[in-house]
C-alpha cells in the first residue's frame, strides 16, 4: 500500500488551475518534479486556455473543458516526444494557464512629447494618455513575446512590459491617420474608435493581444500651440472681420472718439464713407469722397452750406443735423425711425447722406 502511495505521489493526475485573483495573466503550472501520467485529467475552465511546452517547444493547447491527456489529445507533444507507438509512460512538460479574459480600464501614457506632422501647425509635440482595454488573442505568442516564462505574470509587470510598445504604437498610428491636432482635443472617444483598425493588427501580429477599446481621455500640446488655437477660435467666434471693424468704429463714434481721433480711427473712417457712397451711388464718377471731420492738417476746410450752416460734408451725424436745424437729437432720429428722413444704420448708430437731408427739407 506504501508503494502505491508514493508511485501516485509521482504522477500528476488531475490538473487545474482555480484563480481566485483578478489580475494574474499567465500561471505556470507548479508540477513539483512530478510527471503526467497518461490519462491525466485536464482541466480547463471559463476564460482559461493552456499551453504545454516540452524542453522549450510549444506543444499542443486546449481550450475550456475537461481533457483526458491521451495519444490523441496531444499529437503535438507525441511528434516532439518521438512516441512512434503512442503515449504510454509519464512525462514532463512545462503546463501555463493564461487567462483569456477581458482586462479593463489599462492606463496608459506618453512619458516623453511625441512628434507629428500637422497641416495646419507643422510640426508638433503632443502628449497624451487615456485607458484601453485587452485580451490575449495569440497563447504561444503572447508568452513568446510578453509573459516569458514567469511563474506567475500579473497586470503590473504587463504595464511595465508594455507601456512604452503601446505608445510607439499610438505614435505610429496617430501618423498613419493624419488627425489633425485640432480634432485630437474635441473628438477623444471618435478619435479611439478610430485608431482602433490601426492599433488592433500591429499587437495581434507582435504581441498576440487585442485592444477591443482604446480610450484616449486628453492630449496637450505646447503653450506656444494651444495660443495659436485660441486665436484661431477667437477669429471664428468673430466672423466677418470687415463687419467687426464697422461696429467697433461706429461704437468709437457714438462715445465722442470719432472726431479727431487717433490716425487708426480715421482711416477706419474714412473706408467706411467709401463704402457707404458706393453702395448709395453718390460718387457715380468714382472720384474719392470729400474729407470728413477732424481730417489731417492741411486740408481744406469744409464750406458752410447755403442754407442752415450745415457743413458740406455728404455723411451727417443725427447731431450734425439736429444743429444745423436747432431741434433736438431725438427729435432727428423720431423722423428717421418714422421713415420721414432717410438714413443708413450701421451698428447702433444711424448715419445721414446730404441728399436724404435735402429731400426731408423740401418736403
Same mark, same amino acid.
Given at each position: 500500500?506504501?508503494?502505491?502511495?508514493?508511485?501516485?505521489?509521482?504522477?500528476?493526475?488531475?490538473?487545474?488551475?482555480?484563480?481566485?485573483?483578478?489580475?494574474?495573466?499567465?500561471?505556470?503550472?507548479?508540477?513539483?518534479?512530478?510527471?503526467?501520467?497518461?490519462?491525466?485529467? @485536464?482541466?480547463?475552465?471559463?476564460?482559461?486556455?493552456?499551453?504545454?511546452?516540452?524542453?522549450?517547444?510549444?506543444?499542443?493547447?486546449?481550450?475550456?473543458?475537461?481533457?483526458?491527456?491521451?495519444?490523441?489529445?496531444?499529437?503535438?507533444?507525441?511528434? @516532439?516526444?518521438?512516441?512512434?507507438?503512442?503515449?504510454?509512460?509519464?512525462?514532463?512538460?512545462?503546463?501555463?494557464?493564461?487567462?483569456?479574459?477581458?482586462?479593463?480600464?489599462?492606463?496608459?501614457?506618453?512619458?516623453?512629447?511625441?512628434?507629428?506632422?500637422?497641416?495646419?501647425?507643422?510640426?508638433?509635440?503632443?502628449?497624451?494618455?487615456?485607458?484601453?482595454?485587452?485580451?490575449?488573442?495569440?497563447?504561444? @505568442?503572447? @508568452?513568446?513575446?510578453?509573459?516569458?516564462?514567469?511563474?506567475?505574470?500579473?497586470?503590473?509587470?504587463?504595464?511595465?512590459?508594455?507601456?512604452?510598445?503601446?505608445?510607439?504604437?499610438?505614435?505610429?498610428?496617430?501618423?498613419?491617420?493624419?488627425?489633425?491636432?485640432?480634432?485630437?482635443?474635441?473628438?477623444?472617444?471618435?478619435?479611439?474608435?478610430?485608431?482602433?483598425?490601426?492599433?488592433?493588427?500591429?499587437?495581434?501580429?507582435?504581441?498576440?493581444?487585442?485592444?477591443?477599446?482604446?480610450?484616449?481621455?486628453?492630449?496637450?500640446?505646447?503653450?506656444?500651440?494651444?495660443?495659436?488655437?485660441?486665436?484661431?477660435?477667437?477669429?471664428?467666434?468673430?466672423?466677418?472681420?470687415?463687419?467687426?471693424?464697422?461696429?467697433?468704429?461706429?461704437?468709437?463714434?457714438?462715445?465722442?472718439?470719432?472726431?479727431?481721433?487717433?490716425?487708426?480711427?480715421?482711416?477706419?473712417?474714412?473706408?467706411?464713407?467709401?463704402?457707404?457712397?458706393?453702395?448709395?451711388?453718390?460718387?457715380?464718377?468714382?472720384?474719392s469722397p470729400p474729407p470728413l471731420p477732424g481730417a489731417a492738417p492741411g486740408a481744406p476746410a469744409p464750406a458752410a452750406a447755403a442754407s442752415g450752416g450745415v457743413p458740406a460734408i455728404d455723411i451727417l451725424t443725427?447731431?450734425?443735423?439736429?444743429?444745423?436745424?436747432?431741434?433736438?437729437?431725438?427729435?432727428?432720429?423720431?423722423?428717421?425711425?418714422?421713415?420721414?428722413?432717410?438714413?443708413?444704420?450701421?451698428?447702433?448708430?444711424?448715419?445721414?447722406?446730404?441728399?436724404?437731408?435735402?429731400?426731408?427739407?423740401?418736403?
Amino acid at each position: 500500500m506504501g508503494i502505491i502511495d508514493y508511485l501516485k505521489g509521482q504522477f500528476l493526475e488531475i490538473i487545474q488551475w482555480e484563480d481566485d485573483s483578478r489580475d494574474t495573466i499567465t500561471f505556470r503550472y507548479p508540477d513539483e518534479d512530478k510527471e503526467i501520467k497518461r490519462g491525466a485529467q @485536464l482541466i480547463v475552465r471559463e476564460s482559461q486556455t493552456v499551453q504545454f511546452l516540452y524542453l522549450g517547444q510549444f506543444g499542443d493547447t486546449f481550450g475550456p473543458g475537461k481533457h483526458s491527456l491521451v495519444t490523441d489529445n496531444i499529437p503535438i507533444l507525441s511528434t @516532439l516526444k518521438g512516441w512512434k507507438y503512442g503515449f504510454e509512460s509519464p512525462f514532463k512538460a512545462d503546463i501555463y494557464f493564461v487567462n483569456t479574459r477581458l482586462f479593463t480600464g489599462n492606463k496608459w501614457g506618453t512619458s516623453n512629447p511625441i512628434m507629428m506632422r500637422d497641416a495646419d501647425f507643422g510640426i508638433v509635440r503632443v502628449r497624451a494618455f487615456g485607458t484601453f482595454d485587452f485580451r490575449v488573442v495569440d497563447v504561444p @505568442l503572447f @508568452l513568446k513575446e510578453v509573459a516569458g516564462s514567469d511563474h506567475q505574470f500579473r497586470l503590473d509587470e504587463f504595464a511595465d512590459t508594455m507601456r512604452s510598445r503601446i505608445v510607439s504604437v499610438f505614435s505610429e498610428a496617430i501618423a498613419q491617420s493624419k488627425i489633425p491636432v485640432l480634432d485630437l482635443a474635441t473628438r477623444y472617444t471618435e478619435l479611439g474608435d478610430a485608431l482602433l483598425p490601426i492599433i488592433n493588427p500591429v499587437l495581434k501580429v507582435k504581441y498576440g493581444i487585442e485592444f477591443p477599446s482604446f480610450i484616449l481621455e486628453n492630449a496637450s500640446v505646447p503653450p506656444e500651440v494651444e495660443a495659436a488655437i485660441d486665436k484661431r477660435s477667437s477669429m471664428s467666434a468673430i466672423g466677418n472681420l470687415n463687419d467687426y471693424v464697422k461696429y467697433q468704429m461706429a461704437e468709437g463714434m457714438a462715445s465722442g472718439q470719432g472726431g479727431a481721433g487717433a490716425p487708426a480711427e480715421m482711416a477706419i473712417g474714412f473706408a467706411m464713407a467709401q463704402e457707404m457712397m458706393k453702395n448709395t451711388n453718390l460718387s457715380p464718377g468714382g472720384g474719392s469722397p470729400p474729407p470728413l471731420p477732424g481730417a489731417a492738417p492741411g486740408a481744406p476746410a469744409p464750406a458752410a452750406a447755403a442754407s442752415g450752416g450745415v457743413p458740406a460734408i455728404d455723411i451727417l451725424t443725427p447731431g450734425q443735423v439736429a444743429q444745423s436745424l436747432g431741434v433736438t437729437e431725438a427729435d432727428v432720429i423720431a423722423s428717421v425711425e418714422a421713415g420721414d428722413l432717410k438714413a443708413r444704420k450701421i451698428g447702433s448708430q444711424y448715419r445721414i447722406t446730404r441728399a436724404a437731408l435735402d429731400e426731408f427739407l423740401s418736403h
